[in-house]
């Protein structure tokens, strides 16, 4: 007999905004439940969410637990573990989901620990093994070792890093249910939001075009270069560490293991070396184009297309080029 | 004031080399240092001790040897250090290690705050903070970036989460995990270091414990998670192609790889 629940996701929303992750988790618990035979359902918590909740339908989930109540509208994490939790003892999922979000990762381990199952932190691929099992894989030792990890307790829980699955395509025409679950009475959980603020305007992670500067950079105003060439290509600038901690750019620039994890369509590198922390936070870009002076740069091994030169020469003629399109579009 | 600070010892990371062929790491090959992120942990509990008086405890789990990190934190500041190290202890994953530290923090009884790195340098997981917070049933914020105001209790931190600062009031007793944007920690002094090497470390065994936590919750036998396989990762292989001649004509081919790739028209 088919479990209540093969694959929970928690759908994570913001300002009733669904996170992507939350499609692209929707995406791989689609494929390990039809593996399982069995379904895929996500959990909402939020306020006034109906039609996000057809959402999840669309892109996978033939059940969708709603908890739709004013005190969830702000993410309270002991309201939303209080609610999980309890849903979790309820249809007792095989495998359970979390996006690796800053949310994800301040929800799922009280989620554990609360049931008393394990986490596996940071996921960035998920299988089943001849048991149905989950085979979590993830890094760690910032980046430079891969493990695989299995769960002897249920639900399997893990949560899964941002951009790295892939969603199903929507389908309006999908059917599901949306069972809306009573939200659970606690009083103060001792935790208020009391304000939010935005995090400034540069979204690196979700940018389609990166260009980013290394040491290869020689003083701080030259960022206006590389600045140029991002707004000429509609893109975001980019930076590898040493840069930020230097205090040349803010950290929402910074791309690798430390800062932020990137998969534009294009990553242009420019004189940056490829540390195994920068090379982890941008080596899933669709294409990668490096301009370095060393030959034996580690960023040249895992470029796309490389130029052996002077980011100084080549800057210049590139903006050139671009205005030149810019100009000609215009006309 | 009653902060308590959890800290970890860890390869030192920037050093360490990697076993290819065996896919793990060789831990001879660095020292061991206290993980970096619990350095803004224990700078932040000292800040608010000097504010507001109190006491800093710094609690570790971990082998012997993280005797060590404890005479960092102790040189940093902390007043006092306890151990947790027993074989039972041995080979626990972030479930096992929340709980062992939770019944640690429950046999010394009253707190007003704890303190964590975000999350340390080798295990990456940013998971054992909020499991202690749960195993405590105590309010937690992840990623504080800083701390507003503070009273006897609550306290107003600002938290990093996804498009946004979310200023947070918690009351306390309350957990929270900072990142290294909230302070730069600073170096102990030579006086403190020398008076940190003769200070007594508290080591506590299963026994402690034996009357605020079930056994079967310690250490390898205690720990859901089992790493059946590590292995060095592959980058994914790539075309490759160099680009040359002058930079007029590489700007000229940059672009054309741009207008073949849909970025420009």
Known sequence: ???????????????????????????????????????????????????????????????????????????????????????????????????????????????????????TADCVDLDLDEEGNLVQIRPAFSGNIMAQIKTRTKPQMATVRYKIMKPVNRDPKRKGEIIRKEVGKLGE????????????????????????????????????????????????????????????????????????????KVYIALGISGSPQHLFGMRDSDIIIAVNKDPSAPIINVSDYYVIGDLYEILPQLICELKKIKKSEGA | MHIIVLVKQVPEIEKVRFDYKKGRLDRSSAGAVTNPFDLNALEAAVQI???????????????????????????????????????????????????????????????????????????????????????????????VEEIQQISSDSIVVKAKMERHYYIIKLNLPALITVTKDINNP?????????????????????????????????GFSGSPTRVIKVYTPTTG?????????????????????????????
Request: positive net charge; contains cysteine; charged residues 25%.
């Open chain 1, 1 to 119: 007999m088919p479990e209540k629940c093969g694959v929970l996701v928690f759908a994570e929303q913001e300002d009733g905004k669904i996170h992507n992750v939350t499609y692209e988790l929707l995406g791989k618990g689609r494929e390990l439940a039809d593996r399982l035979r069995n379904n895929l359902c996500a959990v909402l918590l939020g306020y006034n969410l109906e039609n996000e909740a057809k959402e999840l339908i669309y892109y996978g989930a033939d059940k969708v637990y709603l908890f739709d109540h004013p005190s969830l509208k702000e993410f309270d994490v002991i309201r939303y573990k209080y609610n999980i939790v309890n849903l979790v003892k309820e249809i007792q999922p095989r495998i359970f989901l979390i996006g690796a979000t800053r949310i994800g990762r301040s929800l799922a381990p009280r989620i554990a620990a609360a049931l008393k199952t394990g986490l």
């Open chain 2, 237 to 265: 292989k790539r075309k490759g192609q160099v680009i040359t001649g002058t930079p007029e004509e590489i700007a000229q081919k940059i672009v054309q790889i741009l207008r073949e790739n849909k970025i420009l028209g």
């Open chain 2, 49 to 143: 001790k000097e504010a507001f008086g109190g006491s800093v405890t710094a609690i570790s789990m971990g082998p012997m040897q993280a005797e060590k990190t404890l005479r960092d934190a102790l040189a940093r500041g902390a007043d006092k250090a306890i151990l947790l190290s027993d074989e039972k202890f041995a080979g626990a994953d972030t479930l096992a290690t929340a709980y062992t530290l939770a019944a640690a923090i429950r046999k010394i009884g009253t707190f007003d705050l704890i303190i964590c790195g975000e999350k340390t340098v080798d295990g990456d997981t940013a998971q054992v903070g909020p499991e202690v917070a749960e195993f405590l049933g105590i309010p937690h914020a992840a990623y």
């Open chain 2, 186 to 218: 600073r170096l102990p002094t030579l006086r403190n270091k020398l008076k940190a090497m003769r200070a007594p470390i508290t080591v506590w065994k299963h026994n402690d414990l034996a009357e605020i936590s079930d056994p079967k919750y310690f």
């Open chain 1, 189 to 264: 959980t001792g935790i208020k939001v009391l304000d939010k603020l935005g995090a400034g305007e540069v979204n690196i992670s979700e940018a389609e075009v990166i260009v980013s500067a290394g040491r290869g950079l020689r003083n701080p105003e030259d960022f206006k270069l590389i600045k140029e060439v991002a707004d000429l290509l509609g893109g975001v600038v980019g930076s590898s560490r040493p840069l930020v901690d230097a205090g040349w750019i803010g950290k929402e620039h910074q791309v690798g293991f430390s800062g932020n994890i990137v998969k534009p």
